[in-house]
């Protein structure tokens, strides 16, 4: 008897889990609630299948400001971003990786891989994790934030900031503008290490809030020597030719500072008349929601005083 009941209660079993797992992609089916794993996103080199909901990303290259803006996880990140102050506690207990550490990078487990077209062993991490690299510059500040958006399945939250950033840092130019004159000229100078560096319109430190979305006007000298290349390395002696009315000065803490004890520089117009504004150095070169956000409070303080 005993033999007989042990098959029959089996029986019932795999009739009753048989049907339990007949019933749930009905029932999935109906409510079309579930989110597809994959979605097919196309990058500079072509389709890319990447996670529908990322969970653990490793970032080679910066773009790290706007990963955490969409709110996305991040476990590993290029050693600019783990040193940037900006980022300091929200990276507290994120690994620092390199384009050439794929031991580290197999161990974080990550499910998406994002860095610049120029990292190194690009064919190998792709065989850890989808991987998607961009060409820096082939697109501007906002579109960048706005393609890494469709790329983290999060692009209305992506447009959503960038339509607000546009408006509320345009309606700043228009009260600086109408402060300090149509015609007045701002300067985006940098003292790195012992050299000194005059910045165009896409190249961080605020270049792209003050000359694209503000409007202001960059100085002619600066114009012809940085705005193609995006930068230009001067020397003290030359400073006053590329000072606009208003300088942002980025300062790096260990940089050569010298050049401020100079008559040379003491004798510029915007010195003299204490428009020149410091910025921190650490951190300036991202161009990313949260540095931006950072950055728009630092030149609306500085020109309006609130």
Excluded at 129 to 149: C, F, M, N, R
Excluded at 152 to 179: H, M, P
Aim: glycine share 8%.
């Amino acid at each position: 008897m005993k033999k007989l009941l042990v098959p029959v209660f089996l029986m019932l079993v795999l009739v009753i889990s048989a049907c339990g797992k007949g019933e749930a992609p009905e029932k999935e089916a109906a409510s079309g609630s579930k989110e597809p794993e994959f979605i097919t996103y196309q990058s500079e080199t072509g389709a890319v299948e990447v996670p529908a909901d990322p969970k653990r990303v490793v970032l080679l290259s910066g773009f790290t400001g706007n990963v955490l803006d969409l709110g996305v996880n991040v476990v590993g990140v290029d050693v600019w971003s783990k040193n940037n102050p900006t980022f300091s506690k929200e990276l507290k207990d994120v690994e620092e990786v390199s384009d050439e550490n794929l031991e580290k990078i197999i161990e974080l487990d990550p499910d998406l891989i994002i860095g610049l077209s120029n990292i190194k062993n690009a064919d190998k991490l792709k065989e850890i994790a989808p991987t998607v690299t961009y060409t820096w510059g082939k697109l501007d500040y906002l579109s960048q934030h706005v393609e890494i958006g469709k790329l983290l399945n999060k692009e209305k939250e992506a447009q959503a900031w960038v339509d607000d950033f546009k408006k509320r840092a345009e309606a700043t130019g228009d009260e600086i503008r109408g402060k300090i004159g149509e015609d007045a000229t701002v300067s985006v100078i940098e003292a790195f290490g012992k050299d000194l560096y005059v910045y165009g319109a896409n190249w961080a430190r605020g270049t792209e809030i003050l000359y694209q979305a503000m409007d202001l006007k960059m100085p002619e000298k600066v114009k012809e020597d940085a705005e193609k290349a995006g930068y230009y390395t001067i020397s003290a002696e030359v400073l006053p030719e590329y000072a606009g009315d208003y300088v942002i000065l980025s300062k790096y803490s260990d940089a050569d500072t010298s050049f401020e004890e100079t008559e040379t520089f003491k004798n510029i117009p915007a010195v003299k008349n204490g428009q020149v504004y410091e910025m921190k150095g650490e951190g300036a070169s991202f161009s990313d929601p949260v540095t931006l956000e950072k950055q728009l409070s630092f030149i609306k303080e500085s020109f309006l005083g609130n």
